[in-house]
């Protein structure tokens, strides 16, 4: 169940990075489409790449863990918590 639990808020997790990107990189076409000013561009350049690494930090932080820690959330349900897990 731990598994399971923590599987669905990864996913959730690092969904949500994606998802800015995504948005972003819609609103950087349409920008350059319009000929918009290069600080607008830049700053979308910028929100990418934090929303990537973000995504990143979270990937790798799974690749690496050695020994999971589980913990009890919203009454029953078991989760691995990757911030207090121990990693290679």
Excluded: W
């Excluded at 731990?2 to 920008?31: H, K, R, V």
């Excluded at 990937?59 to 897990?85: A, C, Q, R």
């Amino acid at each position: 169940a731990a598994i399971t639990e923590t599987t669905l808020a990864l996913s959730y997790e690092i969904n949500t990075p994606f998802s800015i990107i995504s948005g972003l990189l819609e609103l950087l076409e349409s920008d350059l489409q319009k000929n918009a000013g290069l600080d607008s561009i830049k700053d979308k350049f910028y929100r990418i790449r934090e929303n990537f690494n973000r995504a990143n930090a979270i990937t790798n932080k799974l690749l690496n863990i050695k020994s999971p820690f589980v913990e009890t959330v919203h009454g029953n349900v078991k989760m691995i918590n990757i911030d207090k897990s121990e990693y290679k």
